[in-house]
């Protein structure tokens, strides 16, 4: 089943269009996305690259419809984010979306195994037993379920927040420097569970990083500068994505 | 720093706002209470000063220092006045007690401001009451009275009408030829007043050919002083004179010692305020100090001193606490004057002008203010000294200080609360109040104290059956900082212990009275007039004497006298009737009563008087007399001293019985026992006819209004901790705006967000009340038990009652949430995330 998902690699899981976000007015102005069109394929792990301030949180954002474009269009799947109000855009982000911030992710009060099944207890549905079994073991949380996130490391903490991104198999994943506040060791787990993620259940999801090891992990590697998309790269490596970084004055 | 300070207070409107609300209520509440009976006093003064400002000096009979009824003198005696050296004119007068009755045939009035009826005194410097041009004139003749203008207009009454008014003669139709003033007033407060003609005021008030006070005018030339000692002189023993300015100072002073109750209870209410605003002050300082704590320990690490930062948020609470004093002194004087238009709207008037504001009410509200401002963040300031400059660097706050600390303090202060209540309510004397409003306020501090140790578990018991993510994060919220939630149900804790302790103490007298009737009030009937200042008159009691389906009628006197030179109550009975309708369980019998007195045998103990002895009792007439101690008697429902009718009306001349009772004649039932003392009594409308479960009903209605009454001003104290509740919520919201982001991003609904806010607030609340009930049962269980030998005999549990107070908490915790819950739910979710 998790293999079907992967073999649909040509649907599109997100994409937007001539995408604008403007901040401010005036002087003050700042395009923060300036006329983005980019599509995420079903099944593929992507990792948004590009020097801070270059707009990429922004353009994470505006896709999991955290925030609304001033210009363009957005879907998740075939839906339009744009015409959609508030309360069906918490539906989708709860049901079709998953979300690893780079710290902060987990409610203290909540054990490691609330925080996981978080979307489906808002949401009051039944978790799917199996499927939480496979991700807490895929993530080796499973001694660690009833700790709070204050007993937890910061690793630890990370893949509970990848696990609850997983739980309610959403459509698409968005990662915004998940392993930015780990060390290697700890980056690196987190790393390799997402990258597992994509290959054995065909998760879709969409990293945004400025590490070109992070970067490596990934399908696919897109650049952005000054709002706009300048540049992709196919299975990135560290090397060239660091050699690409540099042509952009990172 | 200061300027540090200064602008961190205005860095966080939303925080000074709230603190400053709980401030600015209990100064409003003081100030208000200031201004209010300031300018009562001052307004009346002016008004008494006004219409007594031609008396010169006043001719009285000598009333005992204890006491302050009145007799009256001959007729004879005006003569000897007029005819001392200095006196210009003089003007006699009588008064008492008149009943007006509407036209439907209620009593007007009588229940609360006096009913009062006077002789028209013709000359204007000598007379408070005047007629206007166009209220037609003085009553010249038997049969016609004048009426104030107030009641007139109230009723319909006007001139040319007829109106009926009942004395201790009966009820006698009059006809209205005019419409007086009291000076410049419509009325005197509420009082209703009748004037009539001389001769016809000394028959209706039973003094004929007696004056009951003679007010003198001076010549030119002569002094008040010299007037009133020359007058002295020619006055037999038993008459006084005093000069115009005692007289009506004596008068207001009467006048106005009705409102020191009201001075009183508002001021109770007023600490109540301050009480429950401290500790939602310390709480919001205290939740401040620990959102700044990195902002503080950054400031220490660049060198602020530990006396530099505790000073800085000293200063901040200065700041907070001036702002909000001066504000609730100004919103203090709103009160005052809405308190003011709500007593004219129930008939209490008031002569217009202006508001009095003293020195005093701003300088007290100011000191109030600041000093609970002050000391409730003197503990949150010392904790601000201590944050470590490394805080700065980590997340985590401080370690507590252990719970065993605050457990044994806490204990330690409970039992100490324990100790002074017990205490108080065995002592007998003046400290008792004291004593247990001492005990009754550390209670509440070493509880709150004590209640963060159970603020997890219960708010886990409480969260439990709230279902869903929004209720097991609520439950989580509220119990992951025990003492946040702790300090803010405290608040809440003391308004439902308050208003708990009131029911519990209403319910116990309520299931006292019916036990007391039936035990010590054998009688059918018993006949009381509904008239406050009025009762059963000698012609009313005929009448009822006279009623076939009655059997025995028995009389009772109240009086007050002092015992040697202590102010009490006499009760006066008669022995040869009294056997049937009452039992107080005395030692001997009431035939061998005679001249002598019986002591309550705990009264009897307390002074270490014995039986045999004789006690100086001194009556209104001024006569001391040596009585004995003739017997001891039980019964806790009257006064502590029983003395016979005989020996009561020998010093009470003419008096009023203030209750009779009746039993029926053999063969009649209560209903037509009642309704032949009622057609017997047509003469006299406001005298009411009562059987035993008239009387309970009547008696329970008079404690629910009590109660309500009390319930609602306590309601004060419940707002309050609400406003309390909202505080940390708001507070709470703010520090957890990236958690509420996060919910949001991950899907939760706003409508969830706000469940989620408004299910803690009403855990806190709950707990609150819980607490509040707790102690309140605990306070009426101690009070009413302490007071089992005053007649309080049931100890009852108002299960509804304490019920409907768990749910006014929720309520209230639903209604605190509304801000708060709305500010969480319309959280921009991106800024929530990225809030640092
Ligand atoms: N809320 C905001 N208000 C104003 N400017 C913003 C806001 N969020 C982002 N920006 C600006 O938009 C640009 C892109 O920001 P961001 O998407 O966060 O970049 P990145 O994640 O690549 O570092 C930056 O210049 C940033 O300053
Ligand atoms: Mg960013």
Redesign the pocket.
Same mark, same amino acid.
């Given at each position: 089943m998790a293999l079907a998902l992967a073999t649909e690699r040509n649907v599109s899981a997100a994409r937007i269009e001539d995408a604008v976000?403007i901040? #401010?007015t005036g002087d003050t102005e %700042?395009r923060?996305l300036d006329g983005v069109s980019v599509e995420f394929k079903t099944g593929l792990f992507t990792a948004i690259m !590009?020097?801070? #301030? $270059? #707009?990429? $949180?922004? +353009?994470?954002?505006t896709l999991a419809g955290l925030d609304n474009l001033d210009g363009g269009s957005v879907y998740i799947g075939d839906t339009e984010l744009g015409s959609l109000n508030d309360r069906h855009l918490t539906e989708l982000r709860r049901e079709r979306v998953g979300f690893i911030f780079q710290a902060f992710n987990l409610i203290p009060t909540l054990t490691a195994e609330e925080n996981i099944l978080l979307p489906l207890l808002i949401a009051g549905d039944r978790p799917d037993q199996e499927w939480f079994d496979l991700v807490v073991d895929t993530v080796g949380l499973k001694d660690r379920l009833h700790h709070r996130p204050t007993e937890l490391s910061g690793g630890q903490q990370q893949r509970v927040a990848a696990a609850r991104a997983l739980v309610s198999r959403p459509e698409i994943v968005f990662a915004?420097e998940p392993s930015g506040n780990l060390d290697s060791k700890a980056g690196s787990e987190l790393l390799e569970f997402m990258r597992r993620a994509v290959d054995e259940f065909g998760q879709t999801i969409v990293m %945004?990083t400025h590490d070109p090891v992070a970067a490596s992990y990934a399908d696919r590697a897109l650049f +952005?500068a000054d !709002?706009k998309v300048v540049d992709h790269m196919w299975s990135p490596t560290a090397a060239s994505v660091l050699e690409r970084m540099k042509t952009l004055g990172a | 720093m200061i300027r540090t300070a200064i602008k961190g207070v205005f860095a966080h409107k939303l925080r000074l706002t709230l603190t400053a609300v709980a401030i600015v209520m209990g100064v409003a509440f003081v100030a208000g209470t200031f201004v209010l009976t300031d300018t009562i006093n001052s307004r009346f003064s002016t008004l008494f000063d006004d219409v007594y400002a031609g008396v010169d000096a006043t001719v009285r009979p000598e009333s005992s220092s204890m006491t302050n009824q009145s007799g009256s003198f001959e007729v004879e005696l005006a003569r000897t006045i007029a005819s001392v050296e200095g006196v210009d004119r003089i003007a006699t007068g009588v008064g008492g007690v008149a009943q007006i009755i509407a036209p439907n045939g209620d009593p007007i009035g009588g229940q609360g401001p006096p009913t009062i009826g006077s002789s028209w005194v013709d000359v204007p410097a000598l007379t408070a009451f005047r007629v206007d041009e166009g209220n037609g004139r003085a009553p010249v003749a038997a049969g016609e009275v004048a009426i104030d203008v107030s009641t007139s207009n109230a009723n319909d009454l006007s001139i040319g009408a007829e109106v009926k008014i009942e004395t201790a003669a009966g009820a006698e139709t009059f006809e209205i030829v005019g419409l007086v003033s009291f000076g410049s007033e419509d009325n005197l407060a509420g009082a209703t007043i009748s004037v009539f003609e001389l001769s016809e005021a000394q028959r209706l008030f039973g003094l004929e050919g007696r004056y009951s006070q003679i007010d003198v005018l001076a010549v030119d030339g002569v002094d008040p002083e010299t007037l009133t000692a020359r007058l002295q002189q020619a006055l037999p023993s038993g008459i006084e004179a005093v000069t115009g300015s005692q007289q009506t100072q004596e008068q207001f002073e009467q006048f106005t010692e009705g409102l020191g109750f009201l001075n009183t209870a508002l001021l109770a209410f007023a600490a109540v305020a301050v009480f429950v605003g401290a500790f939602i002050i310390q709480n919001t300082f205290r939740i401040v100090v620990a959102q700044r704590t990195k902002e503080l320990a950054l400031l220490r690490a660049v060198g602020a001193s530990r006396r530099q930062v505790m000073a800085m948020v000293l200063t901040e609470a200065l700041a907070v606490g001036t702002f909000a004093s001066a504000l609730g002194v100004l919103v203090g004087i709103g009160f005052a004057k809405l308190l003011k238009v709500g007593m004219d709207a129930m008939g209490f008037g008031m002569p217009d002008g202006p508001l009095t504001i003293a020195l005093r009410t701003v300088v007290v509200g100011m000191m109030v203010g600041l000093t609970v401002t002050m000391f409730s963040s003197l503990l949150p300031a010392r904790k601000a000294s201590r944050i470590a400059p490394v805080a700065a660097m980590r997340d985590t706050p401080a370690a507590r200080r252990s719970l065993k600390t605050r457990a044994l303090a806490g204990t330690g202060i409970v039992l100490a609360a324990a100790a002074a209540l017990l205490l108080g309510l065995a002592t007998d004397n003046g400290n008792a109040l004291m004593l247990v409003a001492f005990g009754s306020l550390t209670g509440f501090i070493g509880i709150s104290v004590l209640a963060p140790l159970f603020a997890r578990p219960i708010a886990n018991l409480l969260g439990k059956p709230l279902p869903g993510i929004a209720g097991r994060l609520a439950r989580g919220n509220t119990a992951r900082q025990p003492r946040r939630t702790a300090a803010t149900a405290s608040a809440l804790m003391i308004g439902i212990a308050l208003v708990a302790f009131v029911s519990i103490f209403g319910a116990s007298i309520k299931a006292s009275v019916g036990d007391t009737l039936d035990g010590a009030f054998p009688a059918d009937l018993s006949i009381r007039s509904s008239n406050f200042y009025a009762g059963v008159s000698p012609a009313a009691m005929d009448q009822l004497l006279n009623v076939d389906e009655l059997d025995t009628v028995s009389e009772f006197f109240f009086g007050e006298v002092s015992v040697e030179g202590n102010r009490a109550m006499v009760v006066a009975v008669d022995p040869a009737t009294v056997d049937a309708v009452y039992r107080p369980d005395a030692s001997i019998p009431m035939d061998d009563v005679g001249e002598g007195v019986l002591v309550r045998s705990d009264k009897l103990e307390v002074s270490g008087w014995a039986v045999g002895q004789l006690l100086t009792i001194e009556y209104p007439s001024a006569q001391t007399i040596p009585t004995e101690i003739v017997g001891t008697f039980e019964n806790q429902n009257f006064a502590e001293y029983l003395i016979t009718t005989s020996t009561y009306s020998e010093h009470f001349p003419g008096q009023s019985a203030v209750m009779v009772f009746a039993t029926l004649a053999d063969g009649f039932d209560v209903a037509e026992g009642q309704a032949a003392a009622e057609n017997a009594l047509t003469d006299f409308p406001s005298i009411d006819v009562n059987t035993q479960s008239d009387e309970i009903a009547e008696s329970e209605a008079q404690i629910d209004q009590l109660l309500g009454l009390f319930s609602a001003l306590l309601g004060l104290a419940v707002i309050i901790a609400v406003i309390g509740i909202a505080n940390t919520l708001a507070l709470s919201v703010v520090e957890r705006t990236r958690e509420i982001g996060l919910l949001r991003a991950v899907g939760m609904g706003r409508r969830q967000v706000r469940r989620m806010v408004r299910w803690e607030s009403i855990i806190t609340a709950l707990f609150g009340a819980l607490l509040g009930v707790a102690v309140g049962v605990v306070l009426g269980w101690a009070t009413v038990a302490s007071l089992a030998e005053d007649g309080l005999g049931t100890f009852a549990l108002p299960g509804v009652q304490l019920v409907v107070w768990l749910l006014v908490a929720a309520l209230a915790g639903v209604i605190a949430a509304i801000g708060p819950a709305r500010k969480a739910s319309r959280m921009r979710i991106?800024?929530a995330i990225?809030y640092e």
């Open positions: 976000k901040y #401010g %700042v923060a !590009g020097p801070s #301030g $270059s #707009g990429k $949180s922004t +353009l994470l954002h915004d %945004v +952005l !709002g | 991106l800024e990225a």
